[in-house]
C-alpha cells in the first residue's frame, strides 16, 4: 500500500512519502534496543515528566493536530479536536497513576517473604489503524513508556502525516532518542519485522486478517501479543427503554467517527413491542443527517477514511440487498466526489447472508427485529466478534444481567460502547485479546517478577 496523504473528502492525493528502506528500519529497531538500555532505569517521575510534556505539547497544538486527522481520514474537526484532547488525557493518565499500578505487590506465602516487582522487558512494536491515528497510539504508547519499555509504532499507510507528528512530538517533549519511534512502512513489511530479537511484544489493532498474520509470527517467535480487533456491537433495545433517549444514542453509536469505530453500534436489535417506533424514529433522524465536508461544523457526517472504504462498504450492502436484505433508508454513494456513502438502514437480515456475520464499517446500520429479552441476548452473540455491546432499559438492574449474558468485552447500560483513560477496553472471539487503556492496560507488557526471601528455617 503506498504511503500518502489523500484527503477523502476529494480522493485527490495530497502528498506522497517514501517507505523506509530495510537498512533504516534496522538502525531504528537498533536505537530504540539501545534507548531501552537507559530507559529502563529511569525513575517513574522522570518518564511522567515527558510524558505530561507530550500532553501538554498535544493540547497546544490541538487545532494543527485536528486538522491533520480530518485531512488524512476524514473525521469531522470537532471530533478530531476531541480526539486530541482524549489523548493528552491518557498520557497525563499513566504519567500520573503508573507508579502507583507498578507498585510492588507484596505476597503472604506460607513459607518466607515474597513480592511481585514490574519489570519492563524491553522494545515493543505496535501497528496502528487509521481510524483514531492519536488515540490509538496513545492508549498503547503511554502505558509502555511508563513501565519503562521503548517502542516502535507502524502506523496505517493513508495517516502518514499524523505518524509523524506524533514522534515530532516526543521530540519536542525531549524524549531520549530512540524512546518512540515511526516506522514508515507497509502493512506488508510489518508482520516480517515480529521475528527481529530485539523486539520482545507487539500489540495491533486492526483487522483481524493482520492481526492473525502479526499474532502468528509472535507466536512463532515466542513473543507476548494483545490485539484489538473489529467488532459488530449489538445496540438492544427492551420494551421498557425510553426510547427517544435510544434512537438520540442510536445515531451517536452508529455515526460517531463516520461510522468507523471498532465499537461502533452496528447491529440495532428491539424487541417487538417497541420495534416499529424505535425503527421510524432512528429512520426519520438518519435521513435528516447532514453529509458533508468534515471541515464544516454543520457536515454531521463527513467521507470515509478513503475511496477503497467507501467502494468495500457500497458492495457489502448491494449484496445483502441482493441476497434478500431489504433497504429501510440510503443505499447509495451520494452525488459528489470523496469517499462518501449515505446514512443507510438495512433489514430483513438472515443468517445465510454475508451480511449477518460481518463487520459493517461506516455509516450503515443492520436493524433486526426479535420476539423478547432471550431473543434479543441469543442474536447479540450470534456474532464472531465480542467488541462491545449496549443495552438500553429503565431498569439498570435488569440491564446488568443482560449484560451479563452477552459474550463481548464490554457492555455499556443506556450508551454506546465508548471509552476513556480510565476504563479497560478489549474484546473476546474474533474481537482479539488483552486489553487496553486503565489499570489492566498497563498489565500486558510487564515482567511480573517473583522475588522472595527465605528464612533459615524454611523446608526447601
Ligand atoms: P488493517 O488493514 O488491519 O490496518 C490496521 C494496521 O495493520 C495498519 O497499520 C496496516 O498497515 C497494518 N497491516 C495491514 N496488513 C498487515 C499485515 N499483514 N501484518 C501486519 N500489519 C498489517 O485495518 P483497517 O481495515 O485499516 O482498520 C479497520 C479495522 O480495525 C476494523 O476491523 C476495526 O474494527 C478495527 N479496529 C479495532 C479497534 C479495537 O480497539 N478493537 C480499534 C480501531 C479499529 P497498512 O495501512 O500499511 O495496510
Not at 519511534?181 to 521475528?195: D, E, P, Q
Not at 426519520?284 to 443527517?289: E, I, P, R, V
Not at 433497504?327 to 449515505?342: C, H, I, N, S, Y
Request: glycine share 8%.
Amino acid at each position: 500500500m503506498a504511503i500518502q496523504t489523500v484527503n477523502p473528502n476529494t480522493n485527490k492525493v495530497v502528498k506522497s512519502f517514501e517507505e523506509m528502506s530495510d537498512h533504516a528500519v534496522d538502525a531504528a529497531v537498533a536505537q530504540a534496543a539501545s534507548a531501552y538500555t537507559n530507559w529502563r532505569k529511569t525513575s517513574y517521575k522522570q518518564r511522567s515528566e515527558v510524558l505530561h510534556k507530550v500532553a501538554s505539547l498535544m493540547r497546544a497544538k490541538k487545532e494543527h493536530l485536528a486538522t491533520l486527522i480530518t485531512l488524512e481520514m476524514g473525521k469531522l474537526f470537532a471530533q478530531a479536536e476531541g480526539e486530541v484532547v482524549l489523548s493528552a488525557d491518557i498520557f497525563d493518565y499513566y504519567a500520573t497513576h503508573a507508579e502507583k499500578f507498578l507498585a510492588d505487590k507484596h505476597l503472604s506465602p506460607e513459607y518466607g517473604q515474597a513480592f511481585i516487582r514490574h519489570s519492563p522487558i524491553g522494545v515493543l512494536f505496535g501497528v496502528e489503524p487509521w481510524n483514531f491515528p492519536l488515540y490509538q497510539v496513545a492508549r498503547f504508547a503511554a502505558p509502555n513508556i511508563m513501565i519503562g519499555n521503548t517502542i516502535l509504532v507502524k502506523h496505517a499507510s493513508i495517516v502518514p502525516q499524523c505518524g509523524i507528528a506524533i514522534e515530532d512530538l516526543f521530540k519536542e517533549a525531549g524524549a531520549p532518542v530512540g524512546l518512540y519511534t515511526n516506522l514508515l512502512i507497509s502493512g506488508k513489511r510489518a508482520s516480517a519485522l515480529v521475528a527481529d530479537e530485539r523486539i520482545k511484544g507487539v500489540s495491533l489493532t486492526g483487522s483481524e486478517a493482520a492481526g492473525a498474520s502479526l499474532a502468528s509470527e509472535a507466536g512463532k517467535h515466542l513473543k507476548k501479543s494483545v490485539l484489538e480487533l473489529g467488532g459488530s456491537d449489538a445496540f438492544i433495545i427492551l420494551e421498557d427503554a425510553d426510547i427517544d433517549k435510544a434512537v438520540e444514542w442510536a445515531v451517536v453509536g452508529r455515526l460517531n467517527n463516520n461510522g468507523e469505530c471498532c465499537v461502533a453500534s452496528k447491529r440495532f436489535i428491539a424487541v417487538e413491542a417497541i420495534a416499529d417506533e424505535f425503527l421510524s424514529k432512528f429512520k426519520a433522524k438518519l435521513a435528516a443527517t447532514v453529509v458533508g465536508d468534515p471541515m464544516d461544523p454543520k457536515t454531521q457526517l463527513g467521507p470515509l477514511s478513503s475511496e477503497a472504504a467507501a467502494v468495500q462498504l457500497f458492495i457489502q450492502v448491494k449484496k445483502a440487498v441482493a441476497e434478500g436484505a431489504s433497504l429501510v433508508l440510503g443505499g447509495k454513494r451520494p452525488d459528489r466526489a470523496g469517499a462518501f456513502m449515505e446514512p443507510t438502514i438495512l433489514t430483513d437480515i438472515k443468517p445465510n447472508m454475508a451480511v449477518y456475520y460481518e463487520e459493517l464499517f461506516g455509516p450503515v446500520a443492520a436493524f433486526y427485529k426479535v420476539k423478547d429479552e432471550a431473543a434479543a441476548i441469543k442474536l447479540a452473540n450470534d456474532s464472531p466478534f465480542g467488541l462491545g455491546g449496549s443495552v438500553f432499559t429503565e431498569d439498570v438492574e435488569r440491564g446488568k444481567r443482560v449484560a451479563e449474558q452477552i459474550d463481548s468485552g464490554m457492555v455499556f447500560i443506556n450508551h454506546p460502547t465508548w471509552t476513556q483513560a480510565d476504563l479497560p477496553f478489549g474484546g473476546t472471539k474474533g474481537s482479539g485479546y488483552g486489553r487496553e487503556l486503565s489499570e489492566l492496560g498497563i498489565d500486558e507488557f510487564v515482567n511480573k517478577k517473583l522475588i522472595r526471601t527465605s528464612a533459615l528455617s524454611d523446608p526447601f
